[in-house]
């Protein structure tokens, strides 16, 4: 069974506070490591898809990069409208459907 | 370009009484289609998801049922809510298997 554990739950950042949010995976065979973006109330947004060990993208303050157990999202000198709920999930070559992570909540203060 | 609606944003329904939400995605054909529940600090719950018209699985035995009558509509209904199916529920669709979603705005449920 995949499983996704992603933290600190919360985090809280000045800005221009750089950081980092972590996720980290146990699958059985990564198809792909997905980043998504959540506003209160609102839907999840994507960001980035991740396939192999070694990749990096970025958005942005942004960066996303994975490893063979973990992913990590590095956000660089953050602004408060960075302020959001981050979720990662993973998809694995068990099951097309993408395991979710409870997400880590991020708020940066002017 | 592709879009994703779901309606309504938010509803009050008291117990015992039916509950229809609709998603209907634009832009795209043949989408995979899921319905999602979210409690607060408990992350994403999947309850249904589709492949097809009329195909329908279901990832947790509850009050809820799913329907797909047309290629680009999903329909999340229960015919008697209970307190317990309150939360936030959002529609989603990928374009195939292990692809990126792509989320509707999410509806609101409170259920009294």
């Known amino acids: 069974e995949d499983q996704v554990t992603q933290s600190p739950e919360a985090l809280r950042l000045q800005e221009g506070e750089s950081s980092s949010l972590n996720c980290s995976y146990t699958v059985s065979g990564l198809r792909g490591l997905f980043w998504y973006r959540q506003d209160p109330g609102k839907g999840p947004e994507f960001l980035f898809t991740?396939?192999?060990a070694g990749e990096e993208k970025e958005k942005e303050r942004l960066k996303a990069t994975l490893t063979k157990k973990e992913s990590f999202l590095h956000i660089t000198a953050p602004k408060p409208e960075d302020s959001a709920t981050y979720l990662c999930?993973?998809?694995?070559?068990?099951?097309?459907?993408?395991?979710f992570g409870r997400g880590t909540s991020l708020i940066v203060h002017p | 370009s592709q879009t994703i609606h779901q309606w309504p944003a938010t509803l009050v329904q008291p117990v015992g009484s039916p509950l229809s939400l609709e998603c209907t995605v634009e832009g795209t054909s043949n989408p995979n289609l899921y319905w999602y529940r979210q409690a607060a600090g408990r992350g994403l719950q999947l309850l249904f998801y589709?492949?097809?018209?009329?195909?329908i699985s279901s990832e947790v035995p509850q009050n809820l049922s799913a329907s797909r009558p047309q290629d680009r509509q999903f329909i999340l209904s229960s015919k008697k809510l209970l307190l317990s199916d309150s939360g936030f529920y959002l529609c989603?669709?990928?374009?195939?298997?292990?692809?990126?979603?792509?989320f509707g705005s999410g509806t609101r449920l409170t259920v009294v």
């Open positions: 991740l396939y192999s």
């Open positions: 989603a669709w990928s374009s195939g298997q292990s692809e990126r979603y792509t």
């Open positions: 999930a993973v998809a694995s070559g068990g099951s097309y459907i993408p395991t």
């Open positions: 589709s492949v097809g018209i009329g195909q």
